[in-house]
């Protein structure tokens, strides 16, 4: 059944999703996607806009930082103050003061996450060019909701590692500082699971509470408009899904990892990359939608247009707590360290997902020729993620007993290491 009716301006409105001007070309209404143009552009230009525009955002927050009438520049320099006034406080000389180290620290930060093959990986690609049918398109739906509903949790694993125990070099500032990382990943896992409150009155009653609309919940609507009960949602999870799963895990919340390298796993490592894929995935649905007459809806694809939205907001919010912990080079090192784990968690993923969702071969990140300021300078994450595949519960993982075995991992390494 035609779900289509007639736009504005003569053109053909294909659900809420897409407009189909008279020339041809496609509008998306702003609130499915910052880009009405999304359809009419290559891959290559989508991530090209985004990474303009978040750099764009990124110094537009840091021209505040340096603005005095502005609260989060007076509250960082009522922290200087007090830094200053203890003997040895590094704080009072942090780059947060020095005039262009803040937005040369992201540059080269963003440069190196945005710079990286799995935001081009060959499934983002061709599912962006529609290139998919309905039944690989729902394969993919359920094998990906694995990965979206098992990290959820990765926010609140990094967001426990910051206490009042925690080694810190900021002294009388150590609390505060990291309070305030605290309450940037919770405003990150309140968006994830769609609660919050400030007060007892606006609290929500506890049918409310349950049913609140969180990304999970966002997902199962995708379900809805591709038909699949809820009986057939949940389903055990690839080895290369698995993997991920247990990367991002392993890097937020293990001991093996520091604070600052969980903090860059949640941040930057999971964060920058997601406006963009989720669009390169979004606009393949909506083309799939349009060109095969299958009705979805806003409704159905709301979490792939959430997270475009909200995403941004979430890699500067991130990106400003963990600049409070980088002091010199060895930091930023391990913060790229730290981002390389997690994308070639997800390229991993994304090559199995490749060649289960499309029955064809997919090279691997070592088979790329990948440059080598992405190879793992250290194989923590090798032993570490050995250790939890060796773990992990009967039937939550396909042919759980060879995957409790493998040795094989997703990474690449230095020579040195």
Known sequence: MSITAQGRAGGTLFSDLVEV????????????????????????????????????????????????????????????????????????????????????????????????????????????????????????????????????????????????????????????????????????????????????????????????????????????????????????????????VLTQRLVAGSEEFTPLESLASVGLGMEWGVPEFFSLLLGGMIRFARDHNVPLTQRHLLVFIAHVRYDVLHAIAVMLVTSFFVRGQQDIDAIKNATNTLMAGRYGMMTELYRHVFGEPCPALAEIGLHPRYHLRDRRIEAALRRARAQVAEGTVQDVAAYRARQDTPYVFAAEV
């Open 21 to 244: 001007l008279p020339d041809g070309s496609t509008r998306l209404p702003e609130a499915v996607h910052p880009m009405p143009d999304l359809l009419e552009l290559s891959a290559e230009q989508v991530l090209s806009r985004f990474k303009e525009s978040q750099q764009a955002d990124f110094s537009s927050v840091i021209r505040e930082l340096e603005d005095p009438a502005n609260p989060l520049y007076q509250m960082l320099h009522e922290l200087r103050a007090i830094a200053a006034a203890q003997p040895g406080n590094p704080f009072a000389q942090h780059r947060l003061f020095e005039a262009g180290a803040l937005q040369a620290m992201f540059l080269d930060l963003h440069n190196h996450v945005m710079e990286h093959p799995v935001w081009r990986h060959p499934f983002f690609v061709r599912v962006f060019e529609g290139r998919i049918t309905q039944r690989q398109l729902t394969t993919f739906a359920l094998h990906y909701f694995n990965q979206i509903k098992n990290t959820r949790q990765c926010v609140a694993l990094s967001l426990g590692r910051f206490s009042g125990v925690m080694a810190s070099p900021y002294g009388v500032l150590n609390e505060r500082l990291s309070e305030l990382t605290q309450i940037v990943l919770a405003q990150l896992v309140a968006d994830e699971y769609g609660v919050g409150s400030h007060s007892v009155e606006d609290y929500p009653s506890m049918g409310g509470l349950f049913q609140s609309t969180t990304h999970i919940v966002m997902y199962r609507q995708l379900f809805e408009g591709l038909g699949i009960p809820f009986e057939q949602q949940d389903i055990a999870m690839l080895p290369g899904v698995a993997d991920n």
